[in-house]
T-cell receptor, first 116, second 114 residues
Framework: AQSVTQPDIHITVSEGASLELRCNYSYGATPYLFWYVQSPGQGLQLLLKYFSGDTLVQGIKGFEAEFKRSQSSFNLRKPSVHWSDAAEYFCAVGERGSFGNEKLTFGTGTRLTIIP | ETGVTQSPTHLIKTRGQQVTLRCSSQSGHNTVSWYQQALGQGPQFIFQYYREEENGRGNFPPRFSGLQFPNYSSELNVNALELDDSALYLC?????????????FGQGTRLTVV
């Protein structure tokens, strides 16, 4: 069965600093990979996704992620965070062979706090 | 705004009762998935409906059931509520045309079972 691990439960960074959120997955082949963001009391918003091709993926709000097959990782990065980036971030995998964004398996999330 | 709306926003039920949650999918979308997000956890896939048929189910008991209507809106029904059913329930809609499609999530229904 597929699984997703987000090893950092909570990360605190200063506004303007760089950010990297870690995600490792377990899957028999190359999965579809996603990062979602959830603000308090809100649903999930898709930041970016990897289906195939270029392993460095650009998303919304200045985020990017890099798929590394050898490390089974899909880490999320941002060069300079803004106070509005404070939220919960979820990494997810979708099954190959399905319609990729369906039946997602999510990690437990990383809560991002921004300090002035 | 994703165009996916869920109702109600919040509700409180008593253990043993039954509950129905509703999801109106984004216009033109034919697939709806439901997820349960317990406090401090990531969402867990409950089941999915495509053209009114259940099309995949996660590790949830049969007391979790659903429907999808001809207009592609959907309901999630939970019978014999248990305290552990307290969670945020999210629905996501998508248009099944290719692998590279995006699912859009609603804001969720917060269910509290007391």
């Amino acid at each position: 069965a597929q699984s997703v691990t987000q090893p950092d439960i909570h990360i605190t960074v200063s506004e303007g600093a760089s950010l990297e959120l870690r995600c490792n997955y377990s899957y028999g082949a190359t999965p579809y990979l996603f990062w979602y963001v959830q603000s308090p009391g809100q649903g999930l918003q898709l930041l970016l996704k990897y289906f195939s091709g270029d392993t460095l993926v650009q998303g919304i709000k200045g985020f990017e992620a890099e798929f590394k097959r050898s490390q089974s990782s899909f880490n999320l990065r941002k060069p300079s965070v803004h106070w509005s980036d404070a939220a919960e971030y979820f990494c997810a995998v979708g099954e190959r062979g399905s319609f990729g964004n369906e039946k997602l398996t999510f990690g437990t999330g990383t809560r991002l706090t921004i300090i002035p | 705004e994703t165009g996916v709306t869920q109702s109600p926003t919040h509700l409180i039920k008593t253990r043993g009762q039954q509950v129905t949650l509703r999801c109106s999918s984004q216009s033109g979308h034919n697939t709806v998935s439901w997820y349960q997000q317990a406090l401090g956890q990531g969402p867990q896939f409950i089941f999915q409906y495509y053209r009114e048929e259940e099309n995949g189910r996660g590790n949830f008991p049969p007391r979790f059931s659903g429907l999808q209507f001809p207009n592609y809106s959907s309901e999630l029904n939970v019978n014999a509520l248990e305290l552990d059913d307290s969670a945020l329930y999210l629905c996501a809609s998508s248009l099944r045309v290719s692998a590279n499609t995006e699912a859009f999530f609603g804001q969720g229904t917060r269910l509290t079972v007391v």
